[in-house]
T-cell receptor
């Protein structure tokens, strides 16, 4: 068990470009979450998968954001036509299927929009 | 929706005890988590409370009162490495059991 891994760790891009992040959860975890975190704030929920099914999306999630988990293992988060307000740390977490189990977080992808 | 409130920042002295409070309003409460997050790193799990009372785990303890919508994290024998952000997260049926995080409390431990 190597924990949750995210790639890349840092991404710098110009406004208007598309970016894609990858998350590899702990192998036996069937739940996968994406959060966004800005300085001085807690993680803000974006979306959640159980296996390959995307079961929940935040109402705050713009239609420029899309996430997939095609085989129920790794997940990708894509942001299209990036805006400066998208600059943040994007965190991925995974957990088992029990709601009382903690989430295990990756180190995140820090996105900077120029 | 859920509303979670924590103090923004606290300071304490090495070797002392500090209590970090978290209050919440939610429907269908299912449990409360505490996480530690060092600057630039991932949050790491500290504790989970679902029943009222105190859960002790080494230097860290967490308390829950469901009737008051209140929890605290107690850190004893503070060390410099305890300087970090402490995040309170609530799971509830009203939130589809997806943990919702407070803004975090930044703890600064000084010599």
């Amino acid at each position: 068990d190597t924990g949750v891994s995210q790639d890349p760790r840092h991404k710098i891009t110009k406004r208007g470009q598309n970016v894609t992040f990858r998350c590899d959860p702990i192998s036996e975890h069937n739940r996968l979450y994406w959060y966004r975190q800005t300085l001085g704030q807690g993680p803000e929920f974006l979306t959640y998968f159980q296996n390959e099914a995307q079961l929940e999306k935040s109402r705050l999630l713009s239609d420029r954001f899309s996430a997939e988990r095609p085989k129920g293992s790794f997940s990708t988060l894509e942001i299209q036509r990036t805006e400066q307000g998208d600059s943040a740390m994007y965190l991925c977490a995974s957990s088992t299927g029990d709601s009382n189990q903690p989430q295990h977080f990756g180190d995140g992808t820090r996105l900077s929009i120029l | 929706g859920q509303n979670i409130d924590q103090p923004t920042e606290m300071t304490a002295t090495e070797g002392a005890i500090v209590q970090i409070n978290c209050t919440y309003q939610t429907s269908g409460f299912n449990g409360l988590f505490w996480y530690q997050q060092h600057a630039g790193e991932a949050p790491t799990f500290l504790s989970y409370n679902v029943l009222d009372g105190l859960e002790e785990k080494g230097r860290f303890s967490s308390f829950l009162s469901r009737s008051k919508g209140y929890s605290y994290l107690l850190l004893k024998e503070l060390q410099m490495k305890d300087s970090a952000s402490y995040l309170c997260a609530v799971s509830s049926s009203g939130g589809s059991y997806i943990p919702t995080f407070g803004r975090g409390t930044s703890l600064i431990v000084h010599p």
